[in-house]
């Protein structure tokens, strides 16, 4: 049986939208990763990566176009393309069902974390006068390692956040969104890519680092 992390609890309901496909195996375990297409109240979608055991699931069956409903871990790790270093995000899976019930937009998609400021806050304003803080928590695992979840504040909270110091102990509440933007190479082409993030509804602030 999995243990629960109280630091980083996640759960998320949508339709499976890709092939299952293998990646990787942990002392004998083996992983499998597929797309969770998950639906906004707003009509727009998150499409998350999710990793599951085979052991909790049948990885031989064809799971697509499915209902799954999914409680575990936001987790990341560093992943080595070409030259540089890409910080990976998924939803680590400690258990899953599978819903013959058409899907819901409410409250299918809820997170929350506890953890460390571990870079100084980025403060903005969009074109629009909205305010956005972008900030990076470092989550601890219980077997001494840690998760660094991006994490996006709005309006009052992301003021508020952009003054708090590094090392300075969170818990939040939110959900787990992606965001396709554009990227201009050196060359100049053009990469379609996706950014993953926790957009946060509610903080608490739990040690302040500046003390």
Same mark, same amino acid.
């Given at each position: 049986m999995n243990r629960i992390n109280e630091n980083n609890r996640a759960f998320i309901?949508?339709?499976?939208?890709s092939d299952v496909k293998f990646s990787h195996e942990f002392y004998g375990e083996g992983f499998y990763e597929f797309q969770l297409e998950i639906p906004r109240i707003s009509g727009i979608y998150d499409v998350i990566p999710v990793i599951v055991s085979e052991r909790i699931f049948n990885a031989n069956r064809d799971y697509s176009g499915m209902v799954a409903s999914i409680s575990g871990e936001y987790r990341s790790f560093n992943k080595r393309i070409g030259d540089r270093t890409a910080l990976m995000l998924s939803l680590f899976a400690n258990g899953i069902e599978f819903e013959e019930y058409p899907l819901e937009t409410y409250e299918n998609n809820k997170i929350q974390l506890y953890g460390f400021v571990c870079k100084e806050p980025v403060y903005r304003r969009t074109p629009k006068g909205r305010d956005i803080t972008d900030v990076l928590i470092a989550v601890?695992?219980?077997?001494?390692?840690? @998760?660094?979840?991006?994490?996006?504040?709005?309006?009052?909270?992301?003021v508020y956040v952009s003054r708090l110091g590094v090392e300075t102990k969170i818990g939040i509440s939110g959900r787990i969104q992606s965001r396709p933007y554009?990227?201009?190479?050196? @060359?100049?082409?053009?990469?379609?890519?996706?950014?993953?993030?926790?957009?946060?509804?509610?903080?608490?602030?739990?040690? @302040?680092?500046?003390?």
């Open positions: 309901n949508g339709r499976i939208v601890n695992r219980g077997n001494g390692k840690s @998760d660094y979840i991006p994490c996006i504040f709005w309006g009052r909270n992301a554009t990227k201009v190479m050196p @060359d100049g082409k053009v990469l379609d890519k996706v950014a993953y993030e926790v957009s946060v509804s509610s903080l608490e602030v739990l040690e @302040d680092g500046r003390n």
